[in-house]
């Protein structure tokens, strides 16, 4: 059974989440995985811990709405994944980190897609875009389709998105993983400044615990 553990703000009050989900349940034909899971995810970064195969990507996909729980429900700041799916899904920024989809398209093709899907993308032109191209290093990488892309370059171009598109809820899978030592400083000082966000809800997975990123909520599935 997971736990849930508020460790740098008072726990949050139903009425502050961002996130409810409630009596969730998911099995693969093998493994029950989930069983009337719970959680009222507020704004800022929540940590989904866990070691190897505990859930921690399987649970992103059923909170992106990719997959569907057996029984329970998501309400995402008054939209429900069941009821509303498409509504639900477009303010949630979420991107299966091997995903060959985009192969074909640019960085910068890319990032226009998300910006017809998500209303605050940051502007092509916008300073704020720039710098997070800069602090990951993206810059001379935008004209070259993704296929081209090393592993973690590619991961660099899904967290530009993330930190871009200005969704409620935004989920990212092991978000260092494959970078060198100064994009992992710069994701986690976005990640910092995302803490401090009361209106948008983030939750990243991880196998450890975030460097000095305030968390608002820690989901332990090994627990
Ligand atoms: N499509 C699938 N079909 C059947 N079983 C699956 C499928 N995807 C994952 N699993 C199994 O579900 C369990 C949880 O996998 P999941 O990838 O969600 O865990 P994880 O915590 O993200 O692990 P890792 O960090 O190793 O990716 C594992 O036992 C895995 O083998």
Redesign the pocket.
Known sequence: MPTMMSPSSPACAPADAVLRVAGLGFA????V?FEAFGAQIPGGVTLLL??????????LRLLAGDLSASTGSLQLQGTSAQDQPLAYRSQVYWQESASQAFDALTALAYFEQQRKRYPAFLPANAPELQALLDGLSLTEHLTKPLYMLSTGGKRKVWLAGAFAAGAKLTLLD?PFAALDKPSIRFVQQQLAQAAQQRERAWVV?H?ESLDDVPLALVID?DA
């Open positions: 693969y034909p093998q493994q995985l866990g070691s190897d195969g505990s859930g921690k990507t399987t649970l092991e997975a196998y599935l």
